[in-house]
């Protein structure tokens, strides 16, 4: 009995002198584990604060891409309000395309990294296309899609840059480079849209009876496609299931 008691005091000594240590270490270093306490949380603010400061930025880029598109699809009136704040209307396309234009530059200009700016580019491309600058527009969908490949634009914006491609003379390798597309398990694209572009490309680079066919693959594989009446009708109604017919 009088042994474990004597253990017990001993195990309490040492605790007691643990405690002891450890109130001493705090003493003598309370300074420097306030100031580490304080820089942690001064880290932790700074994160804080930045985090904020880019919610709020891409809110702000949001905002003016917002009023971008809403000046391109501006409608042309007789009696403009082009300052109106959700609805302006224009009096001539071109006062419009030129505002719509100088608001989508300045969102990319003022907020180059976000999700807006990479969105504004998507719609300056499709103005330079229509500006006749090909390649001025293929240059800012590309860029769209470095960043934005999922967004819902990004179909389109893929099939403006099959558009260029055949308008640049690139269709033989466009060819290459949907024939290459179609034999992934997924795509970018539906099958029946790379195959209807296929079509496209053959026909402009005059392959008369590739295309044909091409257009019997979307009967074949895809007979309920938004293409397969243009396909039926450019194949003969008669002899729909025929891949030579009309040749």
């Given at each position: ?208 009876p590739d295309a044909r066919q091409t257009m019997q693959q979307i009967l074949d594989e895809h007979p309920q496609s938004i293409y397969a009446a243009e396909a039926r009708a450019e194949l003969g109604a008669g002899d729909a299931g025929n891949p030579l017919a009309?040749?």
């Amino acid at each position: 009995m009088n042994q474990r008691l004597t253990r017990k005091e001993i195990k309490r000594d040492q605790v007691q002198e643990a405690l002891v240590r450890v109130m001493d270490y705090l003493r003598e270093n309370l300074r420097s584990l306030l100031l580490l306490a304080g820089l942690v949380l001064l880290i932790m603010g700074a994160f804080a604060a930045y985090w904020s400061y880019l919610d709020r930025k891409e809110s702000k880029a949001s905002e003016e891409l917002a009023r971008a598109i809403r000046i391109y699809s501006a409608e042309i009136v007789d009696v403009s309000e082009p300052t109106a704040t959700t609805n302006p209307t224009y009096g001539d396309a071109i006062t419009r395309d030129a505002e719509a234009r100088r608001q989508f530059e300045l969102v990319v200009g003022d907020y180059g990294s976000s999700d807006a700016a990479a969105i504004a580019k998507a719609y300056l491309g499709e103005m330079a296309a229509r500006s006749a600058d090909l390649e001025g527009a293929r240059q800012l969908w590309e860029e769209f899609l470095e960043s934005q490949g999922d967004h819902m634009l990004a179909s389109e914006v893929r099939l403006n840059l099959m558009s260029v491609d055949r308008a640049q003379g690139r269709g033989q390798e466009l060819v290459t480079q949907i024939r290459a597309l179609l034999e992934e398990p997924e795509t970018d694209l539906p099958k029946d849209v790379l195959l209807y572009q296929l079509a496209l490309t053959q026909r402009e680079l005059g392959l008369a009876p590739d295309a044909r066919q091409t257009m019997q693959q979307i009967l074949d594989e895809h007979p309920q496609s938004i293409y397969a009446a243009e396909a039926r009708a450019e194949l003969g109604a008669g002899d729909a299931g025929n891949p030579l017919a009309g040749i």
